[in-house]
């Protein structure tokens, strides 16, 4: 079955700092890249998404990557402001399967 | 605007009890999903289920069961509580068409078992 790394599993950066966070997949028949972001005492939502014919997508600040070769894709967030503090998770899936696989979540902490 | 409720936020109950969690959905969704969740360790799957009364088993399958006996509605059970199963407990659910639909969470239930 499928394998979704996340790193790292915390990190903090100053506000207006970028931020970065890296995944790894290990079954190439993965062909969907969603993102979810969980603030402190709330439920994960999806930000952003990205399947697998496409190799970048962008929604203002928050960009994601992906690379099919190297089976790894990222989360950039660009300017980063104190209400981006939350634990960011990412997941795939192959078309036809029922459930994601989620990474093991990273503490995103922006310093004011 | 999709809907996922779970009955309590917060449960406190006693080692060796029977406990019930459910979760309801309101778009007609196929698929619904019981995760744990605990620091460090993520979102860990306990159960799965693609259709009234079908189940499948996730990672963490031991100590636990469910139920959907209506489409809308996924239970958790954990026959036996044990202190190992102080955790953060979240539904999901998510429309069957593609892999590629939006997988939407309840609040999450916050279990405490002494």
């Known amino acids: 079955g499928e394998n979704v790394e996340q790193h790292p599993s915390t990190l903090s950066v100053q506000e207006g700092d970028s931020a970065v966070i890296k995944c790894t997949y290990s079954?190439?028949?993965?062909?969907?890249f969603p993102w979810y972001k969980q603030e402190l005492g709330k439920r994960p939502q999806l930000i952003i998404d990205?399947?697998?014919?496409?190799g970048e997508k962008k929604d203002q600040r928050i960009a994601v990557t992906l690379n099919k070769t190297a089976k790894h894709f990222s989360l950039h967030i660009t300017e980063t402001q104190p209400e981006d503090s939350a634990v960011y998770f990412c997941a795939a899936i192959e078309t036809g399967a029922n459930n994601l696989f989620f990474g093991t979540g990273t503490r995103l902490t922006v310093i004011p | 605007d999709v809907k996922v409720t779970q009955s309590s936020r917060y449960l406190v109950k006693r080692t060796g009890e029977k406990v019930f969690l459910e979760c309801v959905q309101d778009?007609?969704?196929?698929?619904m999903f019981w995760y744990r969740q605990d620091p460090g360790l993520g979102l860990r799957l306990i159960y799965f289920s693609y259709d009234v009364k079908m189940k499948e088993k996730g990672d963490i399958p031991e100590g636990y069961s469910v139920s959907r006996e209506k489409k809308e509605r996924f239970s958790l059970i954990l026959e036996s509580a044990s202190t190992n199963q102080t955790s953060m407990y979240l539904c999901a659910s998510r429309k069957q068409q593609t892999a590629q639909e939006t997988q939407y969470f309840g609040p999450g239930t916050r279990l405490l078992v002494l």
């Open positions: 778009m007609d969704h196929e698929n």
């Open positions: 079954d190439s028949a993965s062909n969907y």
């Open positions: 990205i399947r697998s014919n496409v």
